[in-house]
C-alpha cells in the first residue's frame, strides 16, 4: 500500500520594522500519524527558543519578532551616512543622494512531513523568538548559532541541543540528552533517565548542572580540566583514570585533568559531563 | 501457539531436508504475523546458504561457548538502543544494500535477526554429539562471523543516525561489541566531522582501548589539529599522552610549540608541562 504523505509548508514573512511593537504570529501544524512518535527540528541564526510538552496531538507555534540585533550600528551607519563627512556604505560604494531602506522582511520556514516539522531560519540580523508546544512524546533537534537561550520544558523523547553563545535549560526531561553549549550554562533536570540510551552534557566554559532523581541508576562520567566538581548525590567518585606522575622503566605517565565516574544505584546508562572550565553540580530530587 | 513452537517446527523441518512445509495451523499463523513470517524466510535462507545438515552433539564447551554468546549478545541489544525513530538519511533501494537498510532499520528486525542466529548456533550445539567435527567447528565459525556482520551493520547503521542521540548510542554499541576495523575506520571519520562534540568525546573515549596500534595513534595525532573544540583536542592530547608512544608524546609537543594548538589548550599544557615531560 502507498504511503501517504502529508506536507505543511508555510513561508512566514513577518514585518519587523524597528520602530513598531514586536509582532507575533501563530500556526498550528497537524502531524501527518498524531498517533506517532513527532519530530521537531529548529534551527536559527538568533534569537530564542523554548519548547513545552503538552497534552495535545498539534504542534503549536509562536514566533515574535525581535528587535534587530544591530540596531546601534543600523543607526550609526545611518547618521554617518547622512552627514557631511562620510557618504559611503560600509562596501565603500557612494551613497550620496540615496536613502536606506530597511529590510524588514524576516524569512521563516515550517514545514511538516512524516510527523517530522522543521522550523528554519537563516537570518542573521533579527532575532527571532520561537516558542512551540509538543506532544510529550516528541524528539527535538534544536540549534541556535549565534542566539540566547534555549528552554525545554515536559518533553519525553530524545533532545538533541546545539547552542554555541547561549544558555541550555531543559526541565522535566526523560532523556536520552545531548546538549551542548559555548559559552553559556547547561542546566538539565531529569524527571526520570532513560536506561536505554546514552545522554551526555557539553559546556566548554560554562557550568553544568545537573539533577537526577534518587532512584534512577545511572553511570555518571565526569570530566573537566579546570572546573571544580561538586556532588549532592548517594555515590561515591572516584577517578576512573590512572594516574601516575612517575617514570616508570621509561615510561611516564602524566595527568592532566583525568575523569571521576559514579554508579547511583547500582548505575545502569552512561550520563556523560563534560566541560573545560566550568565547574559541575551534580543534584538529586 | 507460541512463535517459539512454530521456530523449534520449522527448524526440525529444516534439519529432516525433506522439503516438507509447517503444518497448515502454523503456516497460517505465520501468514497472519509478518514478524513470524520474516523470521521464517530468513531461517530458510540462512538453512540454504549454510546448506545445513543434521550434525553430531558438541562438547560442553560449545555449549557454555554458546550460552555465553546468547547471554552477550542478549546484554548487548538491552544496552544499547538504535535510533529511537527510524530516521536514516538515504532511502531504502532494491539492491543489496538497501535491504540491508531495511533489514536493520528498523531495529526490531535487525534484534529479531541476531536472536534468530543465536538461537540457530544453540539448536545446532544442542543437538549434535558430544566432541565437535570439523564440520560443526565450521558451521559454528560461520555463524560467528555473521553474527559478527550483523553487529557491524547494526553500528554503521546506529553511527550514520542524523540525532547526536543516535550516533552516541553508535559509539556505545561499538565499544560494546569491541568494533572491528570498519567500524573503527568509521568512528575516526566521525571524530573529524561530527558535528556534536559529545559523539567526538565518547569516540576518543571508545578508540583509546586499541591504542596499542600505531596507525591509529597516527590518525588519533592528525585529528587533534582538526578539532575546532577545544574539550575534544584536549581528550585527544590527553589520552596520546597517557598511553601514547614517545614518539606521539613528542609530536604534540612539536604542535603546542608550534601554535598549532587552540589557544586555550595551548596555555593549558603550558601550566601544566614539566620539561621533564617534553623531553
Request: hydrophobic content about 35%; overall charge neutral.
Amino acid at each position: 500500500m502507498k504511503k501517504a504523505t502529508i506536507i505543511a509548508t508555510f513561508f512566514v514573512f513577518l514585518s519587523a520594522n524597528l520602530l513598531a511593537e514586536p509582532r507575533t504570529i501563530e500556526r498550528s501544524i497537524s502531524l501527518t500519524d498524531p498517533a506517532k512518535v513527532a519530530e521537531l527540528d529548529i534551527s536559527l541564526m538568533s534569537g530564542t527558543i523554548a519548547v513545552e510538552g503538552y497534552k495535545g496531538k498539534t504542534i503549536e507555534i509562536s514566533v515574535t519578532t525581535g528587535s534587530l540585533k544591530k540596531l546601534g550600528k543600523v543607526k550609526k551607519a545611518e547618521t554617518s551616512t547622512h552627514g557631511k563627512s562620510e557618504s559611503h556604505s560600509s562596501s565603500g560604494r557612494s551613497t550620496k543622494g540615496l536613502k536606506r531602506i530597511t529590510n524588514s522582511a524576516i524569512q521563516l520556514y515550517i514545514e511538516e512531513r512524516n510527523n517530522k516539522v522543521s522550523i528554519e531560519s537563516s537570518q542573521k540580523s533579527h532575532k527571532i523568538n520561537v516558542s512551540v508546544k509538543v506532544p510529550f512524546n516528541t524528539n527535538l533537534e534544536l540549534e541556535l548559532h549565534r542566539g540566547s537561550d534555549i528552554n525545554v520544558t515536559n518533553v519525553h523523547g530524545y533532545i538533541d541541543i546545539e547552542n554555541p553563545r547561549g544558555a541550555i535549560v531543559a526541565t522535566g526531561i526523560k532523556g536520552p540528552i545531548v546538549a551542548e553549549s559555548g559559552r553559556k550554562d547547561v542546566t538539565v533536570v531529569f524527571d526520570s533517565f532513560n536506561p536505554k540510551n546514552p545522554s551526555s552534557l557539553t559546556a566548554h566554559r560554562g557550568v553544568i548542572d545537573v539533577t537526577l532523581p534518587k532512584k534512577s541508576k545511572v553511570n555518571i562520567e565526569v570530566k573537566t580540566y579546570q572546573g571544580d566538581i561538586f556532588s549532592g548525590i548517594d555515590a561515591e567518585f572516584r577517578s576512573i583514570d590512572k594516574v601516575d606522575n612517575n617514570k616508570t622503566e621509561n615510561r611516564q605517565r602524566i595527568s592532566i585533568g583525568g575523569a571521576m565516574a559514579a554508579k547511583l544505584n547500582g548505575g545502569q546508562q552512561k550520563l556523560m559531563l563534560n566541560t573545560f572550565r566550568g565547574d559541575i553540580y551534580i543534584r538529586e530530587k | 501457539m507460541k512463535h517459539e513452537d512454530i521456530i523449534a517446527k520449522k527448524i526440525e523441518l529444516l534439519q529432516a531436508g525433506d522439503g516438507q512445509n509447517l503444518p497448515e495451523e502454523m503456516q497460517q499463523l505465520v501468514d497472519s504475523s509478518p514478524e513470524l513470517a520474516s523470521e521464517i524466510s530468513f531461517m530458510e535462507a540462512l538453512w540454504q546458504a549454510d546448506n545445513h545438515q543434521p550434525v553430531e552433539q558438541p562438547s560442553q564447551q560449545m555449549d557454555a561457548r554458546f550460552y555465553q554468546m546468547l547471554s552477550q549478545t542478549q546484554s548487548e541489544l538491552n544496552s544499547a538502543k538504535p535510533p529511537l525513530e527510524a530516521t536514516t538519511k538515504n532511502k531504502p533501494d532494491s539492491t543489496l544494500s538497501g535491504w540491508l537498510t531495511r533489514l536493520f532499520n528498523p531495529q526490531p528486525l535487525a534484534t529479531m535477526a541476531l536472536l534468530v542466529m543465536v538461537f540457530g548456533l544453540g539448536y545446532v550445539t544442542n543437538n549434535t554429539s558430544p566432541e565437535p567435527t570439523p564440520h560443526v567447528s565450521a558451521v559454528v565459525s560461520k555463524l560467528e562471523q555473521k553474527i559478527e556482520t550483523l553487529n557491524t551493520m547494526v553500528a554503521l547503521n546506529m553511527l550514520n543516525d542524523q540525532s547526536a542521540s543516535g550516533r552516541l548510542a553508535g559509539v556505545s554499541y561499538s565499544m560494546s561489541n569491541q568494533a572491528n576495523g570498519k567500524v573503527t575506520q568509521t568512528l575516526l571519520q566521525l571524530l573529524n566531522s561530527d558535528s556534536s562534540s559529545a559523539v567526538r568525546l565518547a569516540i576518543v573515549d571508545t578508540v583509546s582501548q586499541r591504542l596499542n596500534e600505531e596507525k591509529l595513534q597516527n590518525q588519533l595525532l592528525d585529528s587533534i589539529t582538526k578539532q575546532d573544540s577545544p574539550i575534544v583536542q584536549i581528550a585527544l592530547i590527553q589520552l596520546l599522552l597517557k598511553d601514547g608512544s614517545q614518539t606521539s608524546k613528542k609530536q604534540i609537543y612539536a604542535l603546542l610549540e608550534n601554535n598549532q594548538l587552540i589557544d586555550e589548550v595551548a596555555d593549558y599544557l603550558n601550566v601544566i608541562k614539566t620539561p621533564a615531560q617534553e623531553a
